[in-house]
């Protein structure tokens, strides 16, 4: 991973936060992009003064300009992209008929919309020199249903089924996908308040176990691929 670039969108916390700081360790320069910028130059700051090399940069991943921009200021400024990892998303985990339109708007604008604008624009920064990966994570509840989780989860099945198909496009290229569905992972994403469960975070997955997960993934050799990979907590985590 030594000075490999490695753009990771939702880098400002969580499962983005955790695995920049594991593969900045690596030598790779760590880009961390995210809404609120702020917070992605604090893990910045961390992964620097740690003796890594990591920048951050404001995106929206739902406004192609911005999402252009960033692509193009990468580029110009480090070079082409090796690594794209979209940690970003919103959840919501609600009755169905207790939904409001403009709340499961966002979540597939986001989820979907954002995946797609995301990788698209990234794609054509990336690095055609040698091999490259996407990773993305649908979690669980985009390979099995729950109750409540009918926009939720109809966001993470679109992801899945879009990359499943950019497989089959891209199968004569270099850039690996890889599909990561965890299991509830100890995050911001349960203080949402649309997220209506009582779950206990402490039997949660960490995001530094997500994050030795993925460094394992886009360090596979040149000849093999992760494609998809499950990981649960060994306990159960609803109340």
């Known amino acids: 991973m030594k000075d490999k670039i490695v753009l990771i969108v939702g880098g400002s916390g969580g499962i983005g936060s955790a695995t920049a700081k594991r593969i900045a360790k690596e030598g790779a320069k760590v880009i961390l992009a995210a809404r609120n910028k702020s917070k992605a130059e604090e893990v910045a700051k961390h992964i620097n003064d740690s003796g890594g090399e990591a920048f951050a940069i404001q995106v929206d991943a739902t406004n192609q300009n911005s999402v252009a921009n960033m692509a193009q200021e990468i580029e110009e400024n480090l070079g082409k992209i090796d690594v794209l990892i979209n940690a970003f ?31 698209q624009t990234v794609m054509k920064h990336m690095n055609t020199d040698e091999p490259t990966n996407v990773v993305f994570f649908p979690g669980t509840m985009g390979k099995y249903v729950m109750k409540n989780a009918s926009v939720y989860s109809a966001s993470k099945f679109a992801i899945q089924g879009f990359v499943k198909a950019l497989i089959e496009e891209q199968r004569r290229g270099k850039t690996k996908y890889s599909l990561f569905y ?58």
Do not use: C
């Open 89 to 119: 998303g919103k959840g919501i985990i609600k009755p169905f008929m207790d939904i409001d339109p403009k709340d499961a708007k966002e979540i597939i604008d986001v989820n979907v919309y954002g995946t797609f604008l995301v990788t």
């Open 182 to 239: 965890l299991g509830g992972v100890d995050t911001a994403f349960w203080d949402d308040d649309r997220v209506d469960m009582k779950v206990k975070k402490e039997m949660m997955l960490t995001p530094e176990e997500v994050a030795e997960a993925v460094y394992y993934g886009v360090n596979q050799p040149s000849g093999s691929v992760m494609n998809e990979v499950v990981i649960q907590p060994e306990s159960h985590q609803l109340v």
